[in-house]
């Protein structure tokens, strides 16, 4: 069993920049792949960024990969999603995910658990 627990939303201005930071209880998350999600009012979860167990390899949104940056601390139990130049249409709650394969999938059906979640909205 892993607990995910998500900080550093907020509200910042277009323009701005948050990290986020998801820690993980237990003591295999080294095993696992990571990814982050995000949720607007309305609308579907989207795929936002991953990253592999060894935090080696990673993926992004295409629309996202400019701006947002994933790594991951094995020694910290943390993941954390780097974002800069935020806008408006980044308003979302961010979810982070673990990944027992370890690959860090871009589809939120290969995770086995997730966090409640951080609130970020960007002001224009």
């Known amino acids: 069993q892993v607990q995910l627990v998500e900080s550093g939303g907020g509200l910042v201005q277009a323009g701005g920049s948050l990290r986020l930071s998801c820690a993980a209880s237990g003591r295999i998350f080294s095993s696992y792949g990571m990814g982050w999600f995000r949720q607007a009012p309305g609308k579907e979860r989207q795929f936002v960024a991953a990253?592999?167990?060894?935090?080696?390899?990673?993926g992004y949104a295409g629309s996202l990969k400019a701006r947002f940056t994933i790594s991951k601390d094995n020694d910290k139990n943390t993941v954390y999603l780097q974002m800069n130049s935020l806008k408006p249409e980044d308003t979302a709650v961010y979810y982070c995910?673990?990944?027992?394969?370890?690959?860090?999938?871009?589809?939120?059906?290969?995770?086995?658990?997730w966090g409640q979640g951080t609130q970020v909205t960007v002001s224009s």
């Open positions: 990253i592999d167990r060894s935090g080696r390899s990673t």
């Open positions: 995910a673990a990944d027992r394969s370890g690959r860090g999938a871009a589809r939120a059906t290969e995770y086995e658990y």
